[in-house]
Structures are given as structure tokens and as C-alpha cells.
């Protein structure tokens, strides 16, 4: 057998120490590649990619360089839980720090709607509108970051959020789910996606008292895994046409029990820009105590397959540029188009983990950018709830 020759313009690559050499008969170029997969002393403040405004937001936290946590997924249980409690209260002052004094949102109300989840146990709704608007709006129904481990609906960060979100003309949800630790803990899967999938019930059974046309699920981080595990639940008790669509924020969905996985090189690019893998290996270790639903997709969505997949709603799967949980919400978009399944993807350059979300300060137009990203998704849903109904 014969083979071609090779064209002398074709290009070798080979890796050495974080540089890529490209070699030809007529040049060679050496590309960097990017974060702590070119440099492993890389930092968030050090990267070029970074948006500087970001960097100097971050700057007063030292929250830069290498992390020795005195508790592992190897720990006892009761330790992890005491160090995440600690950790949920150090988030939460970096969020009021992140959100105060930010320009307050006018022409929204708001309430709490207490119902009973599927445990018999207590879910406060967070419930935001437009003042005086009679029409009938869509609805986002917002999920809380936090590693389904830690956080509040409650949160600062998170009520400006949807206060923002409902003033460009929608129904906003907020759901105070149960968490695997923290104020809200200490319950494991599947409590925290049984109240989310609660929640949904209870607005779609009561959309014309809402004055809502059809809902969006939407979440970032944790909330993203939530928001597309509640969908794969919702298909799997046959109850998909209350969901027009998901809008997935930096989806924190890949098994962290494990190590990680070379198929996400994000996972080393990004490790340590805000947060790490550390931190989201021992979250993970509370929510899934034991790996015991390592494979189970409604507790880690990134095990769904084609048949788990196929027929879901339309989806958005939003990911930050240099957020280590970038590659597993891009593949997770993949896998719904091989699917069949309507989904759109993109990336906020420049960004660390949820910054779209958390940074309305040092970042508006980023902020204001993913809030009207959002509104245009649930908007364009309306003339496919209409068909479908």
C-alpha cells in the first residue's frame, strides 16, 4: 500500500513543560497553553485572560495560592460537616462584600410562598414580580449555587439576582431547597433536588394564580447541576411539560468524589481561580455520601445517556471561561445535541467561576449581559409553549 506524502505545510505538535512547539518546513511558533495546564504557579490574578476588574475585586480576599484544607472526603463526617459550616459563613460574607452597595432594584415586589415538599418537610419560595404588572409574564424558576452543600435562596447575591432578573419582565422563583450541609443541611441526595422538583410542581399547579405563561428551570454552579437534574426527574416521573426550557449557569456536575478526569482539562486549567478542587471534592462528599449514586444521573448529570437525554426541552448551558467546571457543562451540551435535544452553549470570557452572577459591581455589564441572556431564552420559549399547549 502507498501513502500519501505528507504536505509539507501540515503541522507537529508537541507539548513541552506547558508549551506547545508547532514544526513545518517553513516556521515554527510555540503556543502557551492556558492556566496551570502552561504554568502550574499560574493565579486568577496572574492569568492574561482575567478581566482585570475581576482581579481587583478578588484582591482584598487573598483567596490566591496553594490550599491545604484540614479536612478531606476522607475525613469523618462530622468534620466535614463542621468545616463546611465554616465555609458557608466565609462565602457568605464574601457575597454581601461582592453585592453591597450595589444600586437598588425599584418596580419589584416580593413574597414567600411556604408549601409542603414531597418529605412532608417546609420549602419557602421566594416569589418576585413586576409592580403592578396584571399580564401574564414568563417565569424563571432560580436555583442557589452553593455545591448543593451550602448557601441560602435568602443570600444578598441571590435575591438581587432575581430582583434584577423579574425587572426586565418576568415572574421570578427562588426555591430555599434543603442542603447535604450548613444552615440548611445536614440532608444528602436526593433532598435538595426532591424540594426543587417540589417547588416546580407546586408553581406550574398554580401558574394562573401566578399569572405566569410557561417556566424556565435556571441555576448556576450547584444550582445549574440542580436545575438540570430536576428536568432528568421531571422526564423520568413523565412530568416535562411543565418545563419550557433550562438555562444552566457553570454547571457543577461531574462526579468530584472522584479524581479528576482528563477529559475535562478545565478541571487542572482553572483549579484555584476563586474556587477549587478541594473545596468541590468535600461538598461533593456530603452530597453523595460513600459514592454510592456515582452513576446515577439524577445525582450527577453528567452520567446521562442519549435515552435519558432525549426529548428534553430546549436548553442553554452557560459556561465561564476560566471556571475549572467549564468543560463538563460544554460536554454536557454536546451530549444533548448528539441527542437530538434543542440546546445553545456560551462562554463568558474572562471569568472565574459564577461571575456573571456574583460580581454586579465590579462587573455590570457582565452581570447585566447573562440577566438579559436569560430573559431572551425564557422570551423566545413563548411561541413553543403556545404550540405545545
Same mark, same amino acid.
Given at each position: 500500500?502507498?501513502? #500519501?506524502?505528507?504536505?509539507?505545510?501540515?503541522?507537529?505538535?508537541?507539548? *513541552?513543560? $506547558?508549551?506547545?512547539?508547532?514544526?513545518?518546513?517553513?516556521?515554527?511558533?510555540?503556543?502557551?497553553?492556558?492556566?496551570?495546564?502552561?504554568? %502550574?504557579?499560574?493565579? +486568577?490574578?496572574?492569568?492574561?485572560?482575567?478581566?482585570?476588574?475581576?482581579?481587583?475585586?478578588?484582591? %482584598?480576599?487573598?483567596?490566591?495560592?496553594?490550599?491545604?484544607?484540614?479536612?478531606?472526603?476522607?475525613?469523618?463526617?462530622?468534620?466535614?460537616? *463542621?468545616?463546611?459550616?465554616?465555609?458557608?459563613?466565609? +462565602?457568605?460574607?464574601? +457575597?454581601?462584600?461582592?453585592?453591597?452597595?450595589?444600586?437598588?432594584?425599584?418596580?419589584?415586589?416580593?413574597?414567600?410562598?411556604?408549601?409542603?415538599?414531597?418529605?412532608?418537610?417546609?420549602?419557602?419560595?421566594?416569589?418576585? @414580580?413586576?409592580?403592578?404588572?396584571?399580564?401574564?409574564?414568563?417565569?424563571?424558576?432560580?436555583?442557589?449555587?452553593?455545591?448543593?452543600?451550602? &448557601?441560602?435562596?435568602?443570600?444578598?447575591?441571590?435575591?438581587?439576582?432575581?430582583?434584577?432578573?423579574?425587572?426586565?419582565?418576568?415572574?421570578?422563583?427562588?426555591?430555599? +431547597?434543603?442542603?447535604?450541609?450548613?444552615?440548611?443541611?445536614?440532608?444528602?441526595? #436526593?433532598?435538595?433536588?426532591?424540594?426543587?422538583?417540589? $417547588? &416546580?410542581?407546586?408553581?406550574?399547579?398554580?401558574?394562573?394564580?401566578? $399569572?405566569?405563561?410557561?417556566?424556565?428551570?435556571?441555576?448556576?454552579?450547584?444550582?445549574?447541576?440542580?436545575?438540570?437534574?430536576?428536568?432528568?426527574?421531571?422526564?423520568?416521573?413523565?412530568? &416535562?411539560?411543565?418545563?419550557?426550557?433550562?438555562?444552566?449557569?457553570?454547571?457543577?456536575?461531574?462526579?468530584?468524589?472522584?479524581?479528576?478526569?482528563?477529559?475535562?482539562?478545565?478541571?487542572?486549567?482553572?483549579?484555584?481561580?476563586?474556587?477549587?478542587?478541594?473545596?468541590?471534592?468535600?461538598?461533593?462528599?456530603?452530597?453523595?455520601?460513600?459514592?454510592?449514586?456515582?452513576?446515577?444521573?439524577?445525582?450527577?448529570?453528567?452520567?446521562?445517556?442519549?435515552? *435519558?437525554?432525549?426529548?428534553? %426541552?430546549?436548553?442553554?448551558?452557560?459556561?465561564?471561561?476560566?471556571?475549572?467546571? @467549564?468543560?463538563?457543562?460544554?460536554?454536557?451540551? @454536546?451530549?444533548?445535541?448528539?441527542? $437530538?435535544?434543542?440546546?445553545?452553549?456560551?462562554?463568558?470570557?474572562?471569568?472565574?467561576?459564577?461571575?456573571?452572577?456574583?460580581? #454586579?459591581?465590579?462587573?455590570?455589564?457582565?452581570?447585566?449581559?447573562?440577566?438579559? *441572556?436569560?430573559?431572551?431564552?425564557?422570551?423566545?420559549?413563548?411561541?413553543?409553549?403556545?404550540?405545545?399547549?
Amino acid at each position: 500500500m502507498t501513502y #500519501p506524502k505528507k504536505d509539507p505545510r501540515s503541522i507537529d505538535l508537541v507539548k *513541552d513543560a $506547558g508549551v506547545i512547539t508547532s514544526s513545518s518546513v517553513d516556521q515554527k511558533m510555540k503556543f502557551q497553553l492556558p492556566g496551570k495546564l502552561g504554568d %502550574p504557579l499560574s493565579e +486568577f490574578s496572574t492569568d492574561p485572560r482575567a478581566d482585570p476588574r475581576l482581579v481587583a475585586a478578588l484582591a %482584598p480576599f487573598k483567596m490566591e495560592g496553594p490550599v491545604e484544607l484540614p479536612v478531606s472526603p476522607a475525613s469523618a463526617y462530622q468534620d466535614r460537616l *463542621d468545616w463546611l459550616a465554616e465555609t458557608e459563613g466565609m +462565602f457568605e460574607g464574601l +457575597f454581601q462584600i461582592l453585592a453591597a452597595d450595589v444600586k437598588p432594584v425599584v418596580g419589584v415586589e416580593q413574597r414567600i410562598e411556604v408549601i409542603k415538599g414531597a418529605d412532608d418537610n417546609t420549602i419557602n419560595l421566594h416569589i418576585h @414580580r413586576p409592580i403592578g404588572c396584571s399580564e401574564t409574564l414568563p417565569c424563571v424558576y432560580h436555583i442557589h449555587g452553593g455545591g448543593m452543600a451550602m &448557601l441560602q435562596a435568602c443570600d444578598p447575591v441571590y435575591n438581587y439576582f432575581r430582583d434584577s432578573l423579574a425587572a426586565l419582565g418576568m415572574v421570578v422563583i427562588g426555591v430555599e +431547597f434543603r442542603n447535604s450541609g450548613g444552615k440548611l443541611g445536614n440532608h444528602p441526595f #436526593p433532598a435538595g433536588l426532591n424540594d426543587c422538583l417540589s $417547588g &416546580l410542581q407546586w408553581a406550574f399547579t398554580n401558574k394562573a394564580h401566578l $399569572g405566569i405563561s410557561h417556566i424556565v428551570l435556571s441555576g448556576e454552579s450547584g444550582g445549574g447541576h440542580l436545575a438540570l437534574a430536576t428536568c432528568l426527574k421531571a422526564k423520568k416521573i413523565n412530568e &416535562l411539560h411543565s418545563i419550557a426550557g433550562v438555562y444552566a449557569m457553570c454547571p457543577m456536575i461531574f462526579n468530584a468524589n472522584n479524581d479528576k478526569s482528563t477529559e475535562f482539562p478545565s478541571q487542572i486549567e482553572n483549579d484555584g481561580y476563586f474556587i477549587n478542587y478541594p473545596i468541590i471534592q468535600l461538598c461533593a462528599s456530603l452530597y453523595n455520601p460513600n459514592n454510592t449514586q456515582a452513576n446515577n444521573p439524577l445525582c450527577w448529570p453528567i452520567m446521562a445517556n442519549n435515552e *435519558d437525554l432525549c426529548g428534553l %426541552p430546549p436548553h442553554m448551558i452557560s459556561v465561564n471561561e476560566m471556571d475549572l467546571f @467549564r468543560d463538563e457543562g460544554l460536554k454536557y451540551y @454536546r451530549n444533548l445535541l448528539a441527542a $437530538g435535544v434543542k440546546a445553545s452553549s456560551r462562554t463568558v470570557n474572562g471569568t472565574c467561576h459564577s461571575a456573571d452572577v456574583i460580581f #454586579p459591581n465590579a462587573a455590570p455589564d457582565i452581570f447585566a449581559a447573562t440577566l438579559w *441572556d436569560i430573559y431572551g431564552f425564557t422570551l423566545s420559549l413563548c411561541s413553543e409553549e403556545t404550540t405545545n399547549n
